[in-house]
C-alpha cells in the first residue's frame, strides 16, 4: 500500500507546503508597518522559483517521496546556496550595496525552511494514516 503511494505525485502537499510556508515564514513582517508592502514582492520573487522547484518535483517525484527528509534538507541547501550567490553577485560582496532583489532571496529563506520541514512531515503523517 505504501508502495503504491509513493508513485504518486503529491501536488496537493506541494503548494500546500509553499503556502503554510510562505504565510509562517512571513509571520514576523506582519508586526512590522512594512508587513504587508513586502509580502507581495516576496511572493512575486518566490513564484519562479516554486515554478523551478514544482517541475523538478514533477520529475523525480518517486525518488522523493521515498525519501523526502533527505530531498528537503537537499533543496533547502541548495537554495540556501542559490541565495548566498546571488547575494554575493549582486551586492559586489558588500552588505553595504544590497539590492532589492537579494533583500526579497533573504527574507523568503524562513518560508522555504517551513515548507521543507512541512512537506516531509505531512507525507510521513500520510503514510503512517495509509499503514494503519
Request: glycine letters at 4%; proline letters at 5%.
Amino acid at each position: 500500500m505504501n508502495d503504491s503511494f509513493l508513485r504518486e505525485p503529491q501536488v496537493e502537499l506541494f503548494f500546500q507546503a509553499y503556502f503554510i510556508g510562505l504565510a509562517l515564514g512571513h509571520l514576523a513582517f506582519f508586526f512590522d508597518d512594512i508587513g504587508f508592502m513586502v509580502f507581495i514582492p516576496k511572493f512575486n520573487v518566490s513564484l519562479p522559483i516554486v515554478f523551478v522547484l514544482f517541475v523538478f518535483y514533477r520529475v523525480k517525484y518517486i525518488e522523493i517521496n521515498s525519501r523526502p527528509f533527505l530531498w528537503s534538507s537537499i533543496i533547502f541547501t541548495v537554495i540556501l546556496l542559490l541565495i548566498v550567490a546571488a547575494f554575493l553577485l549582486l551586492s559586489g560582496g558588500s552588505i553595504q550595496r544590497l539590492t532589492l532583489l537579494a533583500f526579497f532571496l533573504i527574507i523568503s529563506m524562513p518560508s522555504i525552511l517551513v515548507a521543507c520541514i512541512y512537506f516531509p512531515v505531512m507525507i510521513r503523517l500520510r503514510l503512517r494514516k495509509k499503514a494503519v
